[in-house]
């Protein structure tokens, strides 16, 4: 009984690692990537304005809930990542999920599903208060650790 109880945690750590995973790392503003805000966000120059803001957790929880999401391509060899760009609209909703850097096309079709999954966000709001549009970027790394 006591190999079974120890066995356990050691598959079960096997598991996990063996998923992709989301992690929020915008890239260098000197790199042809995109940032995670896109440049023509009308939020950049934008004083009293609110980001929106994932329901489930933030930051933290939206990327929790991308890695959870993705279905991690069967015969990958190598890491990688994808750069899965969105729209969050004025209702919260997440829409218009791209590709803006891709990887390979099973891992990109991944991390599009992933992030199309997503539940609401509270809208990002002008600095009137009215709920806005805007684009993010999420960078959505395929690991084989």
Sequence with gaps: MNRVLLLLPVVFAGLV?????????PAKNNSSLPTDIVPD?????????????????????????????????EHLQKDGKVFVQFTINEQGQVRNAVVKQ?????????????????????????????PIAVRQTVPVTFSLQ
Aim: charged share 25%; aromatic share 10%; net charge positive.
């Design 41 to 73: 966000d009308p939020l950049k120059h934008c004083s009293g304005c609110r980001y929106p803001v994932y329901k489930d957790g933030g930051v933290e929880g939206m990327l929790w809930a991308i890695g959870k999401n993705v279905r991690f391509p």
């Design 17 to 25: 690692s063996y998923r992709a995973t989301a992690q929020a790392i």
């Design 102 to 130: 891709g990887f390979r096309p099973d891992a990109d079709s991944a991390a599009v599903r992933a992030v199309r999954l997503l539940g609401e966000f509270t809208p990002a709001l002008d600095a009137q208060g009215r």
